[in-house]
């Protein structure tokens, strides 16, 4: 099979080809990969899969899967220990390839968002090794649940932190005993074409971990239609996270989705509301394109004054800019569409009489970067209240008492995250009760402890993954019943 040259993305070699059973593999079709710091930077001709390279990856994960399951979990975890050692090497050349690739910040991702690639592959090879079958005697049986790998998997990410999501799945897939064909997204491919290189160098056995580039509609729905698939795991937007739940469903094939987000950030009047407004501004960092973002700011009437000033306080901070530039906090959009996107929302909220209180505009003619945009909504039933808009645009409510903070929060049909900030530690406990969202942070964002559950609820997803939910989830459990009396040995 052929390969195509590897590409020089600013001094680092990156291979636009597929990963298929250990060798790169071209495609007749490529598509163009370009740089959200300046648009006219083509950075890749990237392989365009179709029906025929889904055959092939998917082929050979199945190829793999017999000698690559029935390894100990011990042995599968020695090869992702020594990906994560390379990963930890490498966190500089794909952090930068992936700041040029979509535009999140570079130092972020040098100090926090690779490595956690690194951390999931570590974590995964550990939880699979402490695995304690629960055993229990009844009806005169001794009852043991085991796991057991379930097969072929299909991994499908979306254009942000690529690398650290791709790895968040691939992880708990290859400790559990499944190969994976993983499918980045087309904005943003290439990292995960460095994560292959590293595969490579930890002589994972052929087939084991493939990927596959290309667009959604094409080479995403040949995987998850493929009859041969054991898994799904996608995270996405919501719209195409029912149409990749169609094809699961059409094959009987569990399916975990982690898709959009409209998560409140809630203030109390007795919080600290200088630290709540310098969290609040934290929305903003990456253009605002974080699943998790508290875009819905809720914040208690008696306060609204003097919170709204702080935070406009703390908005003046940002600087938008290059994303290899230190001092830079706002990145550019991903995509000329997805700028348009957002555009759009603002664009829609003016005509509907809502009130963009600052930004709402385009920084510079030419340039992605949109201004940070806060917005007071004329009712909660205003589109850009209810739907994700995957920007820097947030909207400020105020609400009255707890159940009108409740009220509110739980009124959109998404359910990824929640952040409130109060001083009162009874009041953070009712709230982890009355919240509708897969996460909920006090006083705090993004503190992650990967043994957790993660995941939405309503339209923000299906399933959890984290710690031993994910384990469980790649693995189809079974339970050994042996009639009390029978020798052993
Ligand atoms: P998207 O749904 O457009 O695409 C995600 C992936 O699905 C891409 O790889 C794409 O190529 C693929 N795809 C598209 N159509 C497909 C099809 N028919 N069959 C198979 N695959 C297909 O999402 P996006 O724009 O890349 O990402 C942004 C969305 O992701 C936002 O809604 C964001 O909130 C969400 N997100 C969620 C989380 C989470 O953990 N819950 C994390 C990051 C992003």
Known sequence: ???????????????????INGERVASACTFEDRSPLD????LADVARGGALEADLAVGAALAAFPAWSALSTSERGAYLERLATLIDRDVERIAHVECLDMAMLEESLRLRVIARGARNF?????????????????????????????????VITPWNAPFMLSTWKCAPAL???????LKPAEWSPLSCSLLMDLVSEAAFPPGVVNVVQGLGEEVGTALVNDPRVRRISFTGSPETGRVIGEAAAKNLVPFTAELGGKGPFIVFAD??????????????????????????????????ERFVELFEAATKRHQLGDSRDPATTVSPLIHPEHLARVEGFVERARANGDTVVFGGHVEREGGL??????????????????REVFGPVLTLQTFTDEDDAVRLANSTRYGLSAIVYTSSGPRALRLGERLRAGTIWVNCFLVRDLTAPFGGTGISGIGREGGDYALDFYSDLKTLQIKEGTTHG
Not at 39 to 42: A, E, F, G
Not at 131 to 138: L, P
């Open 1 to 19: 099979m052929s390969s195509s040259p590897r590409v020089d993305v600013d001094g680092v070699s990156v291979s636009p080809d597929h990963f």
């Open 39 to 42: 648009w006219t930077w083509k």
């Open 122 to 154: 570590r974590a995964y090879a550990q939880l699979a090794r402490d695995y304690q079958a629960r055993r229990w005697s009844s009806n005169g049986t001794e009852n043991t649940v085991l796991r057991m790998p379930a097969g072929p998997t299909i």
């Open 175 to 181: 400790a559990a005993g499944n190969t994976v064909v």
């Open 271 to 304: 919080a600290d509301l200088d630290a709540a407004a310098q969290k609040a501004a934290v929305m903003y960092d990456d253009g605002g394109q974080v699943c998790l973002a508290g875009t819905r700011l809720l914040v208690e009437e008696s306060v609204r």
């Open 369 to 386: 970067w949109y201004r940070p945009t806060l917005i007071e909504p004329r009712s909660n039933d205003s589109e850009v209240v209810q």
